[in-house]
């Protein structure tokens, strides 16, 4: 194969953060803790681990693997490593990054508004009708647009340093505040009167609330968590030095994004239970999405130091949508900008721009083009459901197969150590290619089935 000299990240620590940055997100923080504590609380968490060790994290080592053997972008990278017939798959991650990319910034978009809020207004009345709130700035025509435009122009900006002046400066400064930031909202929120009953809500398990569709739903997060299916992984990979230990650092990565979204668990579903033992009401924890943009603006109306919390949890919101917003857009930019064979600049304008023009219909598929429906759901859903449901899954599968039945196996194992310059255990090894050939691909397309099925 022919050898290419590609930028690098220049450290360990900023392999990690950006790795990590790339992982933790607006999953961790907006649907990790409404699932959990839906799902039976530690039972979920139980199940949540057992499938990452055995499907997820395979498969993340999978991607990250390909992108560092090739050295490419998703799309050229099967090419590269000489099945050329191949390359489709590489094109479903495309497709699945440019469409989670593209509902992605308009959540972003929504964090960055309401952090403004928290540093202006604040969220300071009790009486204020939350919901209502957000579903009329959701469904307004501007606003929205324009804090999705901010939020993709920082990520924009971010990326066009370049791998090592932008992303691995900004994710190594971002991921470190975040990191503080969510420790310290998360203490604030266990010290309320009344958060142990949140805190055993979450943590306690409770198996009667497991069900098939928890083992589906928990996959599924896992994925979404990981980022797997985008090219995300597989760029970054090819970003990493030969001699950095694969292995390590995506077990490293998976851990740190279960890890965290635990504790923004704990950030969030203590403190609805101390303000609703308060105000003598039930908790509403089963708010769904809505969770952290309707019920938690209300609690921090309600909660010692609220406005200074509010700012912080926004902040950390917003930097965790960005980390992750700057790996999905590198994804889609490292393919315009190598197959196209053009500079990074000009391929990360050219990527914005699609990203915004159909962000744009995402966006205003909660208002004034609600009627706009593809298979029976919004753009925003249609966006949402065919990443998660199919290009990210199917992607998945294939590049599975690919590793496990067509690439050799000498290959596999001369990249997974590293050429030999890592020390990855020998029964490592062996377990890891046991799952990658048989296991991950039975979990993942078990998941695809139920998926479509039910
Ligand atoms: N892992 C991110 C989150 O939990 O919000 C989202 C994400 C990042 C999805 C990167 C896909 C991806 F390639």
Redesign the pocket.
């Known amino acids: 194969m022919k050898k290419i000299s590609r930028e690098k990240f220049g450290s360990r620590f900023g392999v990690l953060m950006a790795m990590a940055g790339?992982?933790?997100?607006?999953?961790?923080m907006w649907r990790f803790p409404y699932l959990t504590a839906k799902n039976g609380g530690a039972a979920f968490i139980v199940i949540y681990l057992l499938l990452m060790l055995t499907i997820s994290l395979p498969t993340m080592i999978t991607e990250y693997l390909i992108g560092r053997r090739s050295r490419s972008n998703a799309y050229s990278a099967y090419g590269r490593l000489g099945f050329p017939k191949l390359k489709f798959i590489g094109l479903m991650a495309i497709f699945a990054?440019v469409f989670?990319l593209s509902f992605?910034i308009v959540v972003g978009g929504w964090a960055t508004r309401y952090l403004v809020e928290a540093c202006t207004l604040g969220f300071q009345s009790t009486a204020t009708d939350y919901s209502g709130k957000f579903a009329s700035f959701v469904s307004s025509t501007a606003y929205p647009l324009i804090y999705t435009f901010i939020f993709l122009s920082l990520t924009a900006v971010i990326i066009s340093g370049g791998v090592k002046k932008g992303i691995e400066a900004f994710s190594k400064i971002m991921m470190t505040v975040l990191f503080i930031i969510i420790i310290l909202v998360a203490i604030h929120a266990i010290s309320l009167p009344g958060a142990m009953d949140g805190v055993k809500y979450l943590l306690v398990p409770d198996f009667s609330k497991v069900t098939g569709e928890t083992w589906v739903t928990a996959l599924g997060q896992s994925f979404?968590?990981?980022?797997?299916g985008?090219g995300?992984?597989l760029v970054y990979g090819s970003y990493v030095k030969t001699e950095e230990d694969l292995s390590m650092s995506a077990i490293f990565t998976a851990f740190i994004d279960t890890g965290f979204a635990i504790v923004a668990g704990l950030a969030i579903i203590p403190a609805i239970f101390a303000i609703a033992s308060m105000n003598g009401v039930e908790p509403n924890v089963d708010a769904g999405p809505g969770l952290v943009f309707i019920t938690l603006p209300s609690i921090f109306a309600s909660m010692p130091f609220g406005s200074v919390i509010a700012i912080l949890f926004f902040l950390s919101l917003g930097l965790?949508?960005i980390t992750?917003s700057i790996?999905?857009l590198e994804?889609f930019v490292a393919y315009v900008m190598e197959v196209w064979n053009i500079s990074r600049k000009k391929a990360v304008l050219f990527a914005s721009i699609i990203c915004l023009c159909l962000g744009a219909f995402c966006s205003l598929s909660q208002g004034v083009l609600s009627d706009v429906r593809i298979l029976g759901m919004n753009v925003f859903d249609f966006f949402d459901k065919a990443s998660s449901n199919f290009f990210m899954t199917v992607s998945c599968l294939l590049m599975l197969i690919f590793a496990g039945w067509f690439m050799k196996k000498e290959d596999f194992m001369d990249e997974l150590t590293g050429r030999g310059l890592s020390k990855t255990p020998g029964w490592l090894q062996k377990l890891i290619y046991l799952l990658v050939k048989f296991i991950a691909p039975i979990g993942v397309l078990t998941i695809i089935i139920c998926n479509f099925f039910f």
């Open positions: 790339s992982a933790i997100g607006l999953g961790n990054v989670v992605y979404f968590s990981l980022g797997l985008c995300t992984i965790a949508a992750s790996s999905l994804s």
